[in-house]
């Protein structure tokens, strides 16, 4: 067992490192570090299935179907213009209006699909306003990230984590983690106008093109946004219904997705489909496998504890060490592979004296979550607004990004630790 345990660090310390240096495609790297792990025979086949989390899968695929459709219909540039408009086309207030708008999107749509709604239309709009996009985008990666934290779908580590552990509902996540986020929000939003206000200048004719917008044009499908905002509605009653429902997240979310599918006519299926992102999903597979040689080989067990025995089995010591090591690790490394190696820990020592372990997953998610802001690589959203930002001519550097990023996660984490010592560890 000590060989294969060696062997199984080996690989997953080589595949991790490569998702890092972003050499090769971070799905190729994953899926092939799990079928290492099969063919090197620390997992066979059926427990490389076993260990596939398909409830996290389930859920993303469902959610991703839905938000396609939704978005063909115009309504999220809808709300984008209404919202600049709102602002009376002042470049400032549209930049907090936007950042509002991410947030709550992330929290209900998931924070990757809420930023690719969102940056064309930034871009649109900063085109117009003739203002510099760079403040817009940093401070929506910021919000995508902390609402992406405030529910079960918001952001993939609580997907992960909410799947894992049955009792945390959907409910449970927005009572527990949706008052430090709106918090934080709170703190940020004159954070952002302090710090961006200089850089935004604009002149009364660049204004008044955004007022003269007719943001009604923008919808250009009214029947099927009728449908659309019916489906996704059920959907979210759905999830917080889930648990007396007994049903999975993932069944709610596909539940959602075909019934959209079979009231918008099958014409939409195959457009649907190509528009959910397979990479991220079989990201999600190779990880998975590639995490069930650590836990079959006893790996994450002596992990846990060893991290028992550093905080001497205290709730409190253990909360906060998950909560900093998540967030640090997750600034740096992609927060997906950083929660599904820690799961596995987190319930492992649930059996060695740590009997209440809820306080340990809110401080996983917030850490992890809260973490992705502190530097571009920290989250999927942040990669995927770099990378839509450097297609349109205005590349993001890693250094540029992480002097905003950086300080202001630090901020939400010490705001976090303090939220949950006051709730939970007092």
């Known amino acids: 067992m000590e060989q294969q345990a ?9 595949i991790y490192g490569l998702i890092i240096s972003e050499k090769i495609h971070r799905t190729i790297v994953a899926m092939l570090g799990g079928l290492l792990m099969v063919l090197f025979g620390i997992v066979d086949q059926e ?8 409830n996290t899968l389930g859920l993303l695929i469902g959610m991703m179907i839905i938000v396609s459709i939704t978005a063909e219909t115009g309504l999220f540039k809808y709300i984008a213009i209404w919202a600049a408009k709102k602002a009376k086309g002042r470049p400032v207030p549209i930049m907090i209006a936007l950042a509002l708008i991410t947030a709550a999107g992330s929290a209900f749509l998931d924070n990757v699909t809420t ?4 940056v064309p239309v930034t871009f649109s709009i900063t085109r117009q306003l003739r203002v510099p996009p760079f403040p817009y985008l940093i401070t929506q990666i910021i919000a995508s990230n902390v609402g992406g934290t405030a529910t079960l779908i918001g952001d993939p580590p609580n997907i992960m984590i909410g799947s894992a552990v049955k009792e945390l509902t959907f409910l449970a996540f927005i009572t527990n983690l949706a008052p430090i986020v709106v918090l934080i929000m709170i703190v940020y939003v004159p954070l952002f106008v302090l710090i ?23 919808i250009n499908d009214h029947p099927l946004l ?19 429902l007994h049903l999975e997240s993932a069944i709610i979310a596909l539940s959602g997705a075909f019934l959209l599918l079979l009231l918008t006519g099958e014409h939409r299926m195959e457009g649907a489909f190509t528009k959910v992102e397979w990479t991220t999903i079989f990201f999600f597979v190779g990880l998975f496998v590639l995490v069930s040689g650590l836990i079959e080989t006893g790996v994450i067990a002596k992990l846990a504890e060893q991290a028992i025995a550093l905080t001497d089995g205290n709730l409190l010591a253990a909360s906060m060490l ?30 060695r004296g740590i009997t209440d372990l809820e306080p340990l997953w809110w ?21 995927i607004v770099a990378g839509l930002s450097g297609k349109e001519g205005y590349p993001i550097r890693f250094l540029d990004y992480m002097k905003y990023g950086f300080p202001l996660m630090l901020l939400s984490i010490a705001m976090a630790s303090v939220y949950l010592i006051l709730r939970y560890l007092i």
């Open 6 to 14: 060696a062997v199984a660090i080996g690989i997953f310390l080589i």
């Open 322 to 351: 998950i909560l900093w090591i998540s967030a640090i690790a997750s600034a740096f490394l992609d927060n997906i592979p950083f929660v599904a190696t820690m799961i596995p820990m987190i319930q492992e020592m649930g059996g």
């Open 363 to 383: 401080s996983l998610a917030l850490g992890a979550c809260l973490g992705g802001n502190g530097t571009l690589i920290g989250a999927s959203a942040n990669l």
């Open 226 to 244: 009728i449908k659309c905002i019916v489906i996704l509605g059920l959907t979210i009653i759905g999830f917080f219904l889930h648990q007396t």
């Open 196 to 218: 961006f206000r200089k850089k935004l200048k604009t002149t009364p004719d660049r204004i008044q093109s955004i007022m003269n917008i007719d943001e009604k044009e923008l």
């Open 47 to 54: 427990t490389a299935i076993h260990h596939i989390d398909f």
């Open 115 to 118: 930023v690719l709604l969102m």
